[in-house]
């Protein structure tokens, strides 16, 4: 593996990195917004089964936890209820 090559462990990072190279189907770096090698049908199903996973899980919660609020939020956000 390269040295300059990083791995994201950070879910908002890696799924917004997945919805772009759906979209492209293309491996894309989003510092330099380089477009690398296509992907194959493995790695597209893949990427499409994490962001299902992620909007399925977010809706669960979401339905489970209908009052809840960041805690950090910011000071223009109306606050249900």
């Known amino acids: 593996m390269a040295k300059n ?3 994201s ?6 799924g917004k990195k997945y919805a772009v ?8 770096n ?8 296509k992907l194959t049908d493995t790695q ?3 990427r499409g089964g ?15 936890h209908p009052d809840y609020v960041r805690k950090t939020a910011g000071k223009n956000l109306v606050l249900k209820g």
């Open 5 to 7: 090559r990083r791995i």
């Open 9 to 14: 462990h950070n879910p908002n990072y890696r």
């Open 21 to 28: 190279e759906l979209h492209e189907r293309h491996r894309v």
């Open 30 to 37: 989003l510092r330099t917004g380089e477009i690398g090698e």
């Open 44 to 46: 597209l199903a893949y």
């Open 50 to 64: 994490y962001e299902e996973a992620r909007n399925d899980a977010a809706a669960k919660f979401r339905k489970d």
